[in-house]
């Protein structure tokens, strides 16, 4: 699974980075720190296992808060996939700490951008994935489990504020429509692309191969 594999046997890899144990979609390719259930590569975001240009797609929903070098992993996205290959990334930035392996930052819409477009990636699309009543709601919850004691009682206050915080969950359907819902949104999300007369490196010239770091 360390192999670097070779792009003309895998025309149609959809790669879905920090996937399993669930699936998202049949099409994916799940790759993971660890061998979870379904997952099919074992391998870091910062050293991909695909020559380049090999991909035809990529997936990275709740990872890149989890990752100390964000930026060395999105090199390795824009490296990996074929010029006009899309990555779709959905990136917490109302979110209460959750670690694995840690949690090292969140990201404005504007932040979780540039991110991408530094690497060379053309923004399709972005928006609001989660909202922000969802994101009261969990915000809040958290807080009550963090400091109600005993255990139970956090667990019984945890359950309370999700069920108070349904109607505020309901209202991101409309919500979520505001051009301003993002600055105070649970999750944002893009999609992007790399340009279709673009080489392995993007436009501010970036090394085929990324810089090894240890997570």
Known sequence: MSAVLDPGGIDAVRLSIGGGPSRVHPSLVNLNLAPFENVDLVATAYQLPFAAGAIQAVHCEAVLEHLEHPEVAVREM????????QVYAATPFLQAYHGYPDH????????????????????????????????????ARNFARGVF????????????VTLLGLPLRLLDLVVNRSPAAHTLASLTFLRA???????????????????????
């Open 78 to 85: 824009f490296r990996v996939l074929r010029p006009g290959g």
């Open 104 to 139: 090292y930052q969140n990201f404005t819409l504007t932040g979780h951008r540039r991110l991408f477009e530094r690497a060379g990636f053309e923004i399709c699309d972005a928006g609001v994935a989660v909202g922000p009543g969802f994101a009261l709601t969990d915000v």
């Open 149 to 160: 004691r005993p255990r139970f009682l956090a667990a019984v206050a945890y359950r309370v």
């Open 193 to 215: 692309r790399k340009p279709a007369a673009s080489g392995s490196g993007g436009r501010h010239h970036l090394d085929a191969q990324p810089r090894r770091v240890h997570l």
